[in-house]
């Protein structure tokens, strides 16, 4: 029988690795308020992807996003526009019309 905690920590790791390879930018360049803290984005999946929900939720307005909009797996919130949220699918547009070029890099 698999061990549930090294499952998790398994998915964890995973999750961090997929993460570490999408640009890392301010909420700025999103279209939020710069407090709102650093966010990942993946313009491909239409999914912003955060390790501060509280801020994001604060100062972005994330904390008006359907549940069915957003997953929690340990630290990260992540927040996609596959139910057409239009705060999420908002900020992702306005990411890839303004900042292509950190797409194309």
């Not at 993460?19 to 990942?40: C, T, W």
């Not at 100062?59 to 008006?64: K, N, S």
């Not at 239009?86 to 194309?104: G, L």
């Amino acid at each position: 029988m698999p061990n549930i905690m090294f499952e998790i920590e398994e998915v964890l790791f995973q999750i961090s690795e997929m993460i570490d390879d999408l640009p890392n930018v301010s909420a700025a360049k999103i279209g939020l308020d710069p407090r709102a803290g650093r966010v990942f984005v993946d313009v491909d999946e239409g999914v912003i992807i955060t390790q501060n929900a509280g801020s994001l939720d604060y100062y972005g307005g994330f904390e008006y996003v359907e549940d069915d909009s957003k997953l929690v797996f340990g630290d990260y919130t992540i927040y996609h526009s596959e139910m057409q949220d239009s705060r999420v699918a908002n900020a992702v547009e306005y990411y890839q019309h303004n900042h292509a070029e950190d797409i194309a890099a």
